[in-house]
């Protein structure tokens, strides 16, 4: 079948696999579609509904997967039932039957699943897009046996074929600059995708960032066993725990949620600015918490190689936004090369500032999206120069999705505040990193002193409280004794 034909008949498949659902969801505005009262929905039915949502994607293969993966975290966005639908289908995606799996394993080994693990259990923890792992036995230690799917490759690669045809289509009808992004958002799934689809490549990713985190009290990272690595087939160290969009928020809880996210965030900072290698692809399923309250990072395949050019402007805009200089911004944004050769500066300028007032402002995200859908705001920003790279392409989903975690417990959570006093006071420590020389300013001086009194004041206030807990315990217990000896005198 020639590539036309392959992108048609995808392009046929999703309009027929989607195009229902998208209907009745315009049904609910408008009865039909273009005029009439919307319909009543009832509670039954959305729940329906997304079940129906949750099929369709499973239909549609890896790549629609994938893309569902960016919202599945969006609890500011996409409402229950969808929203669950949509986390479902990251990590729940149907099972293959065992005997699928028991073939790619003897095609990989050469041996029965049965000989190389003393136990194998048959039914997968996880079954997600690209492949589903098992819990197994290896000398005595749990580990987790991650399986490619049979025929991946080929369903990828005809997603990515028919996306690409199409946004050529209306690149060569259109010629508009989202376009252009969008088009190299594609070449950056392109190359993730690939690396996504090979285990060994996953192996050396694990590998090196659990040895960038060596030590840490922080994260936990799986350990690889190398012997056992192959390009479909992948044995690592098991990891049990909670997923990070389902911790325990009520009163008394033994995880802090908000020390949760804010250590996510550092993690991040670390990855991106120091090691300039991070894990791309963060969402609630790749994304865990230990008993202990340390973070576990799994899922080593969407990892991007940061370089150190671009990490130097990275860490001069950040800086830039954490001091609120637009100027700074811009000039970063030029750094990075997000923006096109003669774009008008005073646009630039103007861009930065709309960013940092949006970043700084404390609002809801739906707050900040209707502040961006005002009529100046929407046509510059649809007409903006900005053309993210490859690179910039996953700093901003992995942003986005921390974001989507972080107002998952807190609507008013917003990334750069909290990011600003990690970064400064990571400052020293990101710049030798770089080899840059470095100055103590004022503003890093003060923030490490706010974060060290911050950390006395709840020790302070975790100390009277447990106090205050033992005394009211005492009382209770003396009161009790009293009214017991009360009642027999």
């Known amino acids: 079948m020639s590539e036309r034909h392959i992108s048609l008949v995808h392009t046929l498949r999703v309009l027929w696999v989607l195009g229902p659902i998208a209907i009745s969801i315009l049904r609910d505005r408008k009865r039909w579609i273009w005029w009439g009262l919307g319909l009543k929905r009832t509670p039954e039915f959305h729940q329906r509904r997304a079940a129906w949502l ?14 569902s993966q960016v919202f599945a975290s969006r609890a500011d966005l996409i ?7 949509l986390s479902s289908v990251v ?7 065992f005997e699928v799996i028991r073939q790619r394993i003897q095609e990989e080994y050469g041996r029965d699943v049965d ?3 003393e136990n194998f259990e048959r039914v997968p923890v996880a079954a997600a897009s690209l492949a589903q792992v098992h819990r197994a036995r290896l000398n005595g230690e749990t580990v987790a046996v991650k399986v490619l799917r049979p025929g991946v490759e080929v369903d990828v690669a005809a997603d990515i074929l028919a996306f690409r045809r199409i946004l050529r289509f209306l690149d060569r009808t259109w010629g508009h600059h989202h376009i252009k992004r969008e088009m190299t958002a594609l070449a950056a ?20 960032i659990r040895a960038n985190f060596a030590g840490s009290t922080r994260v936990r ?23 990070i969009d389902r911790l325990d928020t009520t009163p008394g809880a033994k995880i802090d949620v908000t020390h949760v ?11 991106e600015l120091i090691d300039g290698l991070f894990h791309a692809d963060p969402h609630p399923g790749n994304v865990m918490v230990g008993a202990d309250g340390r973070i576990i990072l799994v899922d080593f395949g969407a990892v991007v190689r940061v370089p150190v050019p671009m990490r130097k402007a990275l860490v001069h805009t950040s800086l830039a936004a954490v001091r609120r200089d637009a100027e700074g911004v811009t000039q970063g944004f030029i750094e990075m090369g997000l923006m096109a050769p003669g774009t008008d500066p005073a646009t630039v300028r103007w861009i930065a500032e709309l960013l940092i007032h949006g970043a700084f402002t404390r609002t809801t995200t739906k707050d900040r999206i209707n502040m961006l859908l005002a009529d100046r705001v929407m046509k510059t920003l649809f007409d903006s120069p900005i053309a993210l790279t490859e690179e910039a392409v996953y700093f901003a989903r992995t942003a986005a999705l921390i974001e989507g975690i972080g107002t998952r417990y807190d609507p008013y959570f917003q990334i750069v505040p909290v990011a600003s006093p990690v970064v400064l006071r990571m400052r020293t420590k990101i710049l030798t990193s770089l080899g840059e020389s470095v100055t103590p300013n004022v503003d890093e001086l003060a923030t490490v002193a706010g974060y060290a009194l911050g950390k006395a004041a709840r020790w302070v206030a975790d100390a009277v409280t447990a106090a205050r807990a033992r005394v009211a315990e005492r009382v209770a217990t003396v009161a009790g004794v009293a009214v017991a000896v009360g009642l027999f005198v």
């Open 115 to 117: 000989d190389i693990f």
């Open 91 to 97: 990590d729940q995606v149907p099972a293959l039957p």
């Open 261 to 271: 996210v804010q250590t996510l965030v550092e993690l991040y900072i670390q990855m």
């Open 221 to 243: 990272i799986p350990r690889i066993y190398p012997d056992l690595v192959r390009r479909r087939v992948l044995v690592m160290e098991f990891m049990e725990g909670t997923r």
């Open 54 to 67: 949750l099929r369709a994607i499973g239909r549609l293969g890896p790549s629609v997967i994938k893309i």
């Open 189 to 208: 799934y392109e190359t993730r995708v690939r690396e996504e689809l090979n285990f060994e490549q996953e192996a050396i990713y694990a590998t090196t």
């Open 79 to 85: 409402p229950e039932p969808y929203l669950g639908a």
